[in-house]
């Protein structure tokens, strides 16, 4: 395979991945009972900017993904790869695209048994929008990149850093207004697994093993 194909394979895989992804946060939102840390986030930054204007929560995922890949940047540019800046605005897209089809067709006023079915879905959605995208290892994602940068610099170990990463996103998030919940727990519990389990699957599937 050329270079050329090889990147537009890796860039398909990616907007693949970020397609999963705008679909399945949007199913987190519609549950209404909380969502991962990072969506927690976003959400809280989309409470804020529509306090002083009329955004889109893509918007808001999109402001998001760019302090993160700034902060990455300067701390190691060497770590931003073409995926990452694909991903960084691919995915405020995928939500705002999704939004109005899903809640064309998504019952009103879910109940809580609803809301946690839907919930469990969203994250099942996005947990494999993940595996897909960073399948390609065409650079890391918002949500991933400074645990992975600090664990290079500090020797600290990754799963601690990313946990301390999700909660500074978490509480941002509540602190401007996110709605969290058992919906918080349950992200926190069964995304990362599920992730782990999915992604040599992934690789596998798109041909990206070895």
């Not at 700034?70 to 073409?82: E, Q, T």
């Not at 595996?131 to 601690?160: N, Q």
């Amino acid at each position: 395979m050329t270079k050329s194909k090889e990147i537009i394979k890796k860039s398909l895989v990616v907007l693949l991945g970020m397609v999963f992804m705008g679909c399945g946060i949007n199913l987190m939102v519609y549950a209404d009972i909380g969502a991962d840390p990072f969506t927690t986030g976003v959400m809280g930054v989309f409470a804020a900017i529509n306090r002083i204007g009329d955004y889109s929560f893509g918007t808001a995922q999109v402001l998001v993904n760019i302090f993160f890949v700034s902060i990455g940047f300067f701390l190691n540019r060497k770590k931003i790869g073409l995926g990452t800046l694909l991903s960084a605005f691919a995915i405020g897209i995928s939500v705002d695209l999704w939004k109005p089809v899903l809640f064309m067709v998504l019952p009103e006023g879910p109940g809580f048994i609803t809301s946690l079915i839907f919930l469990l879905l969203g994250a099942l959605v996005v947990a494999t929008g993940i595996a897909t995208y960073v399948s390609p290892d065409f650079g890391m994602g918002a949500g991933e990149i400074l645990p992975i940068i600090l664990a290079e610099k500090t020797g600290w170990k990754f799963r601690y850093l990313k946990i301390g990463n999700d909660l500074l996103c978490f509480i941002i998030g509540v602190s401007l207004g996110a709605v969290y919940g058992i919906g918080t727990i349950i992200c926190l519990v069964i995304m990362g697994p599920i992730i782990h389990l999915l992604m040599p699957h992934m690789k596998k599937l798109f041909g990206f093993e070895g």
